[in-house]
């Protein structure tokens, strides 16, 4: 909070896992397995976080400090 006087907004984003080239490695049975316990029978996408992203950019500074959890509600 005392970097709001600057105009300074700190926020974090949080994802589960997500499909990406960085877990290609990830034996496949794990993914498949994550899928089918995930609420929406999927992975999260990159594009999913990046508008997630995209929000915390354009919000008002009023919005800061906060760590958005992108895990369909599983916390």
Same mark, same amino acid.
């Given at each position: @909070?005392?970097? /709001?006087?600057?105009?300074?907004?700190?926020?974090?984003?949080?994802?589960? =896992?997500?499909? @990406?080239?960085?877990?290609?490695?990830?034996?496949?049975? /794990?993914?498949?397995?994550?899928?089918?316990? $995930?609420?929406?029978?999927?992975?999260?996408?990159?594009?999913?976080? !990046?508008?997630?992203?995209?929000?915390?950019?354009?919000?008002? !500074? $009023? =919005? @800061?400090?906060?760590?958005?959890?992108i895990n369909s509600g599983r916390s």
């Amino acid at each position: @909070t005392e970097n /709001i006087q600057f105009n300074i907004q700190s926020n974090a984003v949080s994802p589960e =896992f997500m499909d @990406t080239t960085l877990n290609d490695d990830v034996d496949f049975r /794990i993914k498949e397995a994550l899928i089918k316990g $995930h609420p929406l029978k999927r992975l999260l996408n990159t594009e999913e976080v !990046a508008q997630t992203v995209k929000f915390l950019v354009e919000a008002p !500074a $009023h =919005f @800061t400090g906060q760590n958005i959890f992108i895990n369909s509600g599983r916390s």
